[in-house]
């Protein structure tokens, strides 16, 4: 199945805040219902968030067509989530259609270039699985054993519309039959590698460990990783890597350790904009993710407790960024390349130019 999906004039997605308890189907029928499924990761990963966005903004043209009111529902939408760029591009996309249709049209176009934008999601995240595999092909053929791949947070189908991103290698490489073995950081405050990505890889059958986010670094070092795999919420153009809080640390370790980091890259997902990871807006959400965590008793009942004193504030940012040096290269749709402005121009050439514009402004 998929993550999102229209159904009779609304979009139905799984609530991934009730995974790995309970598959639940959530109907949306108005951008407002679209815009708090996004904020409360309902719908989650940057390449989902930007198709969610999408059909938010169907949903709207379906409501109230006007210019006014889209303008209303794409400002909505895109305060939701401040780090991932698929959102903001998928809202201009839409944007710039509906705006130059009628407004007899807008709903009809509005749910038809949402559908597109989904399916692209899906064919761009089986390419960078067919890339990807290929890794693990020659590393399976040249060890003779399951090849070790670490991985951090969810970036699996749950956080695409189907296939995921760094985890679509893995599933590539599994469904040929090469043994792979997925060791699962478990990602704290949200737990989305332990709820989420478990979840998925044992649904297909993948065998996968999961461990603490605070022992990969000894895995990598004791040579039990062969290859570390993430994805991105935001890259810029010169190859610096928003991902899950912790992502950085793991890349320091990998470095030293000798394990190649790679990060699957859909191609929406870089902002040409932005040179310096250091622009990129980093999330910070609700400290009672870190000071509390969710879970359901032994009787079926979900609770929330915890963890902290009362009297202790948090931190918790969504996200940190990787810089370019530690990537040991990106897996984008079009193949592998640097994580370097050289890098993705060699193989998006058509973004080439606009992005040495912007880059020439920011120095």
């Given at each position: 199945?998929?993550?999102?999906w ?9 609530d ?5 308890f ?35 903004l ?67 995240n ?22 070790e ?9 749950l956080?695409?519309v189907?296939?995921?991103?760094a985890l ?42 999961l ?12 040579g ?87 009297e ?49 402004g920011?120095?």
């Amino acid at each position: 199945m998929r993550t999102i999906w229209p159904a009779g004039g609304a979009v139905e997605i799984i609530d991934q805040t009730r995974l790995p308890f309970e598959l639940s189907i959530r109907r949306l029928e108005t951008p407002e219902k679209v815009a708090e499924a996004i904020a409360a990761m309902r719908v989650r990963g940057a390449p989902l968030i930007g198709a969610a966005a999408a059909y938010g903004l169907a949903l709207a043209a379906r409501c109230d067509p006007s210019r006014p009111a889209l303008e209303k529902a794409a400002a909505l939408l895109f305060a939701t989530r401040p780090t991932a760029v698929n959102l903001g591009w998928a809202l201009e996309r839409m944007m710039a259609a509906l705006l130059s249709a009628r407004e007899e049209e807008r709903a009809l176009l509005g749910f038809r270039l949402a559908g597109e934008i989904a399916e692209e999601d899906v064919a761009i995240n089986r390419a960078i699985g067919a890339h990807g595999l290929a890794l693990f092909e020659k590393a399976f053929a040249e060890k003779g054993r399951p090849v070790e791949i670490l991985t951090h947070c969810n970036a699996g189908w749950l956080a695409t519309v189907d296939w995921g991103t760094a985890l679509a290698p893995v599933y590539r490489a599994f469904d040929v039959g090469i043994k792979v073995h997925v060791w699962v950081g478990e990602t704290r405050p949200r737990n989305q590698g332990a709820s989420l990505t478990a979840w998925e890889l044992a649904r297909h059958g993948v065998p996968f460990t999961l461990l603490v986010d605070s022992a990969a670094g000894p895995l990598m070092r004791e040579g039990r990783v062969d290859f570390a795999i993430v994805g991105t919420d935001r890259t810029t153009a010169e190859g610096e890597v928003a991902n899950k809080i912790g992502t950085y640390m793991m890349a320091l370790a990998a470095r030293d350790s000798g394990v190649p980091f790679y990060v699957a890259l859909p191609s929406p997902s870089i902002d040409w904009a932005l040179a310096k990871g250091a622009s990129i807006p980093i999330e910070c959400r609700d400290a009672r993710e870190v000071t509390h965590i969710e879970g359901w008793s032994e009787d079926g009942r979900r609770l929330r407790l915890r963890l902290s004193p009362e009297e202790s504030p948090a931190f918790n940012p969504a996200f940190d960024v990787t810089p370019a040096r530690l990537v040991t290269a990106l897996i984008t749709e079009r193949g592998l390349c640097a994580a370097s402005r050289e890098g993705l121009a060699g193989l998006f050439p058509e973004h080439a130019a606009s992005a040495r514009e912007e880059a020439a402004g920011t120095f």
